[in-house]
């Protein structure tokens, strides 16, 4: 506003500066309203041009502004009041106002209006000039350093809650990071060391039951207490990996390197097959195979090859896939699971379904969460994470759950 201000004043003085020069008496008195008109103009373009650097100094000496004002006193007591200069004496208490507040325009208003008074007693003291004119560039003056502190106070109130609006959005981003954070643990936990330690304590179970038979096989107690051994260092492992990616883990914004997540699929497939004997039928677009014990087809309707992805999406969708068929296994009494990728219109699709008794009636996120099931939440936050649109339920089948998850490929030309 200030600089505003400085702009309109440069533009005054130049209109007004020719005929003060005209008006002043020749020798001493065209020397001083010279010196005024480069005084003035140059104070005005150094601190439009500058503000930032000299409005500071202006700010802390207020003398300096009542220099410019007895200087631009001189230019119109040459020039007159008529001219263009009754705009830039205006200027000066709304200056006033915006810099020094109501104090710093109230002076420089009564400052500016009795010089005002006075150049236009002693300029037109043969004429009966009405009252009214005589009266009205102080007024104005008045008028003009009553705004310049009222935009003062608007601007620092704005600027107040500008800060505290800033404030607020600061510390609602750092909760929503720590919110996500926290949900990114707990789905890590989830689809890791949980599953593991269930995975123990089943093994643990087989033992107990094993060992407290009559007559116990000491190769199948050393076989589950092995297999006991195995799952607790697996869940010391994941725990530890867990524990260095919360130390040394960069933000998934970033993007990664990008990788082909298909072929780890295919070996969480076989795994999943090995461990539990449920077969997965994988179609690939690109015709992988598959072991031997996993059934795979190959996708002949769409001859494009299957698109790198970014490691964070890469992940997401592995650990999709992963809780899914974990939950084919021990909730949908399934015979055959089928696993699908391909890509329609733009849209990277990945579909598990299995032939199971599919999800209870009434199956929400809600009360899922209520009862302790974080499996398919983390799923869908996984899914939302990635920018992709997911889908839990029968689908277009008879019988059994599909979760489809379809993710737009355009995120790859950002």
């Given at each position: 506003m200030c600089r505003q201000v400085f702009g309109f004043r440069l533009a005054m003085i130049a209109l007004a500066a020719p005929a003060a020069?005209?008006?002043?008496?020749?020798?001493?008195?065209?020397?001083?309203?010279?010196?005024?008109?480069?005084?003035?103009?140059?104070?005005?373009?150094?601190?439009?041009?500058?503000?930032?650097?000299?409005?500071?100094?202006?700010?802390?000496?207020?003398?300096l502004l009542a220099a410019d004002t007895l200087f631009g006193s001189f230019l119109l007591i040459s020039a007159g009041p008529d001219t263009t200069l009754a705009y830039v004496s205006v200027?000066?208490?709304?200056?006033?106002?915006?810099?020094?507040s109501w104090r710093g325009a109230a002076c420089f208003a009564s400052l500016q209006s009795l010089i005002l008074l006075l150049v236009h007693a002693t300029l037109k003291a043969d004429r009966h000039a009405p009252v009214a004119e005589a009266l009205l560039l102080p007024g104005l003056c008045v008028i003009a350093g009553a705004m310049g502190s009222?935009?003062?106070?608007?601007?620092?109130?704005?600027?107040?809650?500008?800060?505290?609006?800033?404030?607020?959005?600061?510390?609602?981003?750092?909760?929503?990071a720590v919110s996500a954070e926290r949900a990114r643990l707990a789905r890590?936990?989830?689809?890791?060391?949980?599953?593991?330690?269930?995975?123990?304590?089943?093994?643990?179970?087989?033992?107990?039951?094993?060992?407290?038979?009559?007559?116990?096989?000491p190769d199948r107690i050393r076989q589950q207490a092995e297999l006991v051994s195995r799952s607790a260092r697996r869940a010391a492992a994941e725990s530890r990996e867990l524990l260095t990616d919360l130390r040394g883990r960069q933000p998934d914004a970033s993007g990664g390197t990008?990788?082909?997540?298909?072929?780890?699929?295919?070996?969480?497939?076989?795994?999943?097959?090995?461990?539990?004997?449920?077969?997965?039928?994988?179609?690939?677009?690109?015709?992988?195979?598959?072991?031997?014990?996993?059934?795979?087809?190959?996708d002949q309707d769409l001859p494009a090859p299957l698109p790198a992805l970014p490691a964070p999406t890469a992940r997401h969708l592995l650990s999709i896939t992963t809780e899914a068929l974990e939950n084919t296994h021990r909730h949908a009494s399934a015979t055959r699971v089928e696993v699908r990728v391909a890509v329609h219109g733009g849209l990277l699709r990945l579909t598990i379904h299995d032939d199971g008794r599919g999800l209870p009636p009434a199956t929400t996120l809600e009360r899922l969460r209520a009862a302790g099931h974080f499996g398919l939440l983390g799923m869908v936050e996984r899914a939302a994470q990635m920018g992709a649109r997911i889908r839990i339920g029968r689908g277009g089948h008879a019988r059994g759950t599909e979760v489809r998850v379809e993710l737009p490929l355009s995120f790859r030309e950002a």
């Open positions: 020069l005209l008006n002043a008496a020749p020798g001493l008195g065209v020397r001083l309203v010279g010196a005024a008109v480069v005084v003035t103009f140059m104070v005005s373009y150094v601190l439009f041009r500058d503000w930032e650097r000299f409005g500071p100094l202006l700010l802390r000496h207020p003398s200027c000066t208490p709304l200056l006033a106002g915006l810099v020094y009222t935009l003062r106070n608007l601007m620092l109130r704005f600027g107040a809650a500008t800060h505290a609006l800033t404030t607020a959005q600061a510390r609602l981003a750092a909760a929503e890590e936990m989830h689809d890791s060391v949980a599953k593991t330690l269930y995975g123990v304590a089943l093994a643990a179970d087989g033992l107990a039951e094993t060992a407290s038979t009559d007559a116990p096989d990008e990788t082909t997540v298909w072929h780890e699929i295919a070996g969480v497939a076989r795994g999943f097959t090995a461990r539990t004997g449920l077969p997965v039928a994988c179609s690939w677009l690109d015709g992988t195979t598959g072991a031997d014990d996993t059934d795979t087809d190959t």
